[in-house]
Nanobody, 121 residues
Framework: QVQLVESGGGLVQAGGSLRLSCAASGSIASINDMNWYRQAPGKKRELVTT???????NYADSVRGRFTISRDNAKNTMYLQMSSLKPEDTAVYYCNADVRRVGVFIRSKYWGQGTQVTVSS
């Protein structure tokens, strides 16, 4: 099986910074795209940013220039550096990864349990 575990969430004042981590573990053969999603209360889950296995990135307009996604393929870990945080960034942040398990031909998407980020004004 595969597990994704997020860490690094918390409470921060507007204008502050946080760094989230997402560690993947289990019988992993390879990981393709890795993503950060977020879901604010009463809203749909939205894609925040994506990073490919080759390091190409894409960002939602709302976070571009403030958030930076990165990954360490040797550690099967992804990071999200969040700066200039705003109250509207408050949400549960989820990591998501496209994983091929050892001995399995097809890829599957896995989710972490989520980590709360709260930005106070």
């Amino acid at each position: 099986q595969v597990q994704l575990v997020e860490s690094g969430g918390g409470l921060v004042q507007a204008g502050g910074s946080l760094r989230l981590s997402c560690a993947a573990s289990g019988s992993i053969a390879s990981i393709n795209d890795m993503n950060w999603y977020r879901q604010a209360p009463g809203k749909k889950r939205e894609l925040v940013t994506t990073i490919t296995s080759g390091g190409n990135t894409n960002y939602a307009d709302s976070v571009r220039g403030r958030f930076t996604i990165s990954r360490d393929n040797a550690k099967n870990t992804m990071y999200l550096q969040m700066s200039s945080l705003k109250p509207e960034d408050t949400a549960v942040y989820y990591c998501n990864a496209d994983v091929r398990r050892v001995g399995v031909f097809i890829r599957s998407k896995y989710w972490g349990q989520g980590t709360q980020v709260t930005v106070s004004s």
